[in-house]
Each structure stands twice: as C-alpha cells, then as structure tokens.
C-alpha cells in the first residue's frame, strides 16, 4: 500500500464496471486505487452475457483466456412458452465478416470477475480486496476521498483509513454508495418497480452439450405471461436457475424464498422437468434480489462520477446488466481521460457520457416495459392496439414524430427490425434508429406525465424501505 495515499482516481467496487474502468485508466497512466469489499472469487447474480460482450472482453485483453475457460457459449436464447418455443441467434451483422458467428459467454460469475480484477491489476491498478468503503468525504460540494476499512487482517474491528484521488468513480453495483449521501439522485424505475427474483445454482450428473445448434440459454414463460424463469447452464453441469415474479405473483407468496421459487418452477415445464434430475443438488443457499430497477438524475457530480450497476439497473429480462456496466465503463473511461489529462479541464465528454447513460436507460427501460406489456412476446410489440396505447402516451405532444418512427418500424424488413431491435438490446444505438427514438419519445413524455401527476417518483432508498 502506498504512504501518500492520493491517487488519480479511486474506484468503489471490484464488479466488471470497477474493473473495466481501473484496467483502462491504468493504461492510460492514471493512478488508480480499486476497493473491494470482497475476497475474489466470489458469487455474484448474472451469468449469461451478451454477444457485445466479446468486443468489452476483446478491448480489456482477455477474451483468449476466457475462451478456455469458459465452457459454455451462449449463441443465443431458447424462448418456452406452455405452448411452443423459438429460439433466436446473435445477429451476425454486429460482427466483423470475417470473424465466427457471434457467440458470447455463460459462466459463473466467480470466474469471470476473477479474471477481470486480476487483469485490473496486471494493468497497474493498486487493487485492495477486503476493503470496504464506509462513506465518499466531501468537501462541500467536492468529492475529494474516501473512509474505509481493511478487513483482510481484523474483520472486526478494524481502524478507520483514508485515501484521496482527484476523482472518485462509484463502481459499488446496487450497493450504490454515493447515492447514498447525495440526497434524492437515485429514483425507482415506475415502469419496473416490484420484481421478484429467486435463484441458485444445480450441479448433479448430467452434461450440457456444446454444440453449433445447442441454444443453452433457455427463457422460460410462465402461463401467465408476466413471471418467467431463465435456465442458464455455467459449466459443463452446473447451472444457473432462477425465477422472476411480478408484483402480483408476490403479493400472494406465504412461503420462504425456497417454497415460493419451487412453486413457481412447477408451473414452468421445462424447468420442473430438468428438477425432477434425482442427482441434482443446490450448490448455494437459495438468494433473492428485488426491485431492482431504478436510475439517477445525475450520473457525475463535483468529483465524482457513477459507472455500472451503481448508476441504474434495467430488469434482468434481456441480460443486458454486464453490457450496459461494460458500455458505459469505456464511455467513462474516454471521459475521465480526457478530463484528467487537460490542465484546464473540458467537461464536454462527461455532459455526453451523462446524457448517453441516461439515454440508454431510458431507452431500454421502455423497451423492457413494453416487452412485459406484450405478455413476453416480441410479435405482439407492434399490434395495433399497443400502438393506440404507445400513442396516448405519446402525449399527443409530438404525434406526427411518434407515427413518423412507428411508420418506419411497421414497414421495415424483419431484417432491419432485427438489426434496430438488436441496437437497442446491445445499447448500441445509432441516431438513425427509429426504434430507439421512439422509446425515447415514449419514455420522456411517459415520466414527464408520472411526474406531474407526482406518483410513483420516489427515491430508492424511500422504495427500499417499503414493504412489498
Ligand atoms: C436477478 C438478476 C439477474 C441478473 N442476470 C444478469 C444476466 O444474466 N446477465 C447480465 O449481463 N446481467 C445480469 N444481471 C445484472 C448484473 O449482475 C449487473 O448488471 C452487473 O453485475 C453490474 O456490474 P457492476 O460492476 O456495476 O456491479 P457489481 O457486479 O455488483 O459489482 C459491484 C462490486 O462492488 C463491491 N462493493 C459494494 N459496496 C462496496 C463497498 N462499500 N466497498 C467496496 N466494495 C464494494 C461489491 O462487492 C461488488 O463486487 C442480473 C441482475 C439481477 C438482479
């Protein structure tokens, strides 16, 4: 540990946002300290990664050694529903022409992060596990430190020690350590709020295939089409179970975590299928996650800035946490550079990674909102009966922009549907996309009306203390 304990930056969290902006930064030149309150490895929920995932594992130089050890690919997703099932394939046109057909991967989270802390630390990051951040000091309005604690050696009553950086970059994942001291920042996402999700990890005896046409990653659709479960098989026989329950499901659970998650998996064929296996065991105690979809007003402040998890999160439904975290790690990253490496510091890439995070929370949101709105079913997304709702909401403020963009996707090719879908899946989005500017559009005029009407906009940590 070094005496003058000032650094360039300091990052709170060791998760693939922390990490990713501590290797880039290193690398740059800046010095960065990473705190994490963990010993890696260590379990984490998400391990089904998108196709955008290999670029990030490509940039941070690790994707050759995550192609051994990770066993799984994941080339798409299996949809289940009661009474059928399609399965859908990354789409090729995100991938250079010469390179294989796009597949990312499924693994389990300890490995994978793992991977990225030690890569953090192989780029020059000083990376202290076993540290966990108490609160960011300010001075006035300035994020200039931080107070934490050194677990490694007394986990109990450890002293208090200091370190300070000229930036402070909050990677702590939902924990959300500065929007814990800057009042009214976090919000509830309205459109999300009230999920549900129980999961574990089975390994017995049996073995997962690999094959080109094996579509691991199975979304299975309750009956009711508003809970679902994902199967996501993490190593060769260990995967990753877990169901995810709306508020109306929830209200009605009288049982443990264990009791309500197989309930809900007997109503799921292939899931009660698969757990009917006399050799499978859960591997972990069965581990919960709620209302977990919300976003902030400001995404940097006066020294300090929110990168990952910290700074939003998106219903699990499309897997998009890691890409997002990833995504607006590398934006961060191009900001923070230049910020810190110019003697009087232009703030116009941090204005811009402010709005794009905002932007693409926003956009993926909707689309997630009107995903669940359409009973699981992206065919339904662009019936005539959601499009008269999508136009209520519109506000009538901008009808003629609204049925511009709705025009262009109804009579897009199903290719070019895909490719704008896909955009907005991967947060890949070019301003030419009508799907995106429409989401926007909705979701801009949709939080403008929830605001004036005053419902449901509460801040997170308010939500967090309500009984569900
Ligand atoms: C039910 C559920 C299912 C999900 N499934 C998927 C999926 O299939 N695919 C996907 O891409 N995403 C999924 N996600 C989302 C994904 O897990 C997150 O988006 C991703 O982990 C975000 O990365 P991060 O680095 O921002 O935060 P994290 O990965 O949460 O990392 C934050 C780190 O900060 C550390 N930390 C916290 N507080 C402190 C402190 N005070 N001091 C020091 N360290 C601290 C934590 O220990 C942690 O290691 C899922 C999320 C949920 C809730």
């Known amino acids: 540990m070094k005496d003058k304990k000032q650094y360039d930056v300091i990052i709170i969290g060791g998760g693939p946002a922390g990490t990713t902006c501590a290797t880039m930064l290193s690398r740059e030149g800046h010095e960065v300290l990473l ?20 670029n990030a594992f490509k940039k941070l130089g690790i994707y050759g050694e995550l192609k051994q050890i990770g066993y799984v690919k994941k080339k798409g997703a299996e949809f289940i529903f009661q009474e059928k099932s399609y399965s859908a394939y990354f789409n090729k046109s995100f991938q250079n022409e010469s390179d294989e057909l796009p597949w990312a991967f499924q693994m389990a989270r300890s490995k994978l992060d793992l991977l990225l802390l030690e890569n953090a630390r192989k780029s020059g990051a000083t990376i202290l596990e076993q540290h966990v951040v108490k609160r960011v000091l300010f001075n006035g309005e300035r994020a200039i ?8 050696k007394d986990a109990i009553n450890p002293p208090l020690q200091y370190a300070y950086a000229k930036w402070i970059v909050d990677a702590s994942g939902q924990a959300g350590m500065i929007n814990k001291q800057v009042e009214n920042n976090c919000y509830n996402d309205f459109l999300l709020n009230k999920k549900l999700a129980i999961f574990n990890h089975w390994e017995g005896d049996f073995e997962i295939t690999n094959t080109d046409e094996d579509v691991n990653f199975k979304f299975c659709i309750h009956e009711n089409r508003r809970d679902w479960a994902w199967y996501i098989p993490i190593d060769k026989n260990i995967v990753s179970i877990g169901v ?21 998996a007997e109503q799921l064929p292939f899931i009660s299928d698969f757990l009917k296996n006399p050799t499978l065991k859960p591997i972990d105690k069965f581990r919960s996650a709620r209302d977990y979809s919300y ?23 499309f897997s998009t946490g890691l890409q997002i975290a990833f995504s607006s790690a590398f934006m961060l990253v191009d900001a923070l550079h230049e910020v810190l490496s110019q003697k009087s510091p232009n703030y116009s890439k941090l204005k811009a990674y402010n709005r794009n995070v905002n ?3 926003k956009i993926n949101s909707m689309f997630v909102y009107l995903y ?28 003629v922009l609204f049925f511009w963009y709705a025009l262009q996707i109804r009579i897009a090719s199903k290719k070019q549907a895909r490719i704008w879908g896909d955009e907005v899946l991967f947060g890949i989005i ?13 979701s801009e005029n949709y939080e ?4 004036r009407r005053a419902k449901n906009v509460i801040s997170r940590n308010q939500f967090l203390e309500m009984e569900v």
């Not at 010993?39 to 995932?53: D, L, N, V």
């Not at 009973?375 to 901008?398: A, P, R």
């Not at 403008?448 to 605001?451: E, H, S």
């Open 295 to 317: 976003r902030c007003k400001q995404y940097y402040g006066d020294g300090w800035v929110l990168v990952g998890d910290s700074a939003g999160f998106i219903d699990p439904i």
């Open 372 to 399: 669940y709105l359409s009973g699981l079913e992206f065919e339904k997304l662009w019936s005539i009966s959601h499009m008269w709702k999508y136009l209520k909401w519109s506000g009538l403020k901008y009808p």
């Open 359 to 361: 932007k693409l929370y």
């Open 35 to 54: 705190l994490e309150k963990y010993k890696f490895p260590r379990f984490h929920i998400g391990e089904s990664i998108t196709a955008f995932g290999a």
């Open 448 to 451: 403008r009306l929830q605001n």
């Open 145 to 152: 430190g931080i107070e934490y604690k050194d677990l490694s």
């Open 244 to 264: 995810v329950l709306s508020e109306e499901s929830i209200k009605n659970r009288t049982e443990g975590l264990e009791g309500v998650f197989y309930k809900y």
């Open 430 to 442: 070019k301003s030419q996309n009508p799907l995106a500017n429409l989401l926007l559009a909705l």
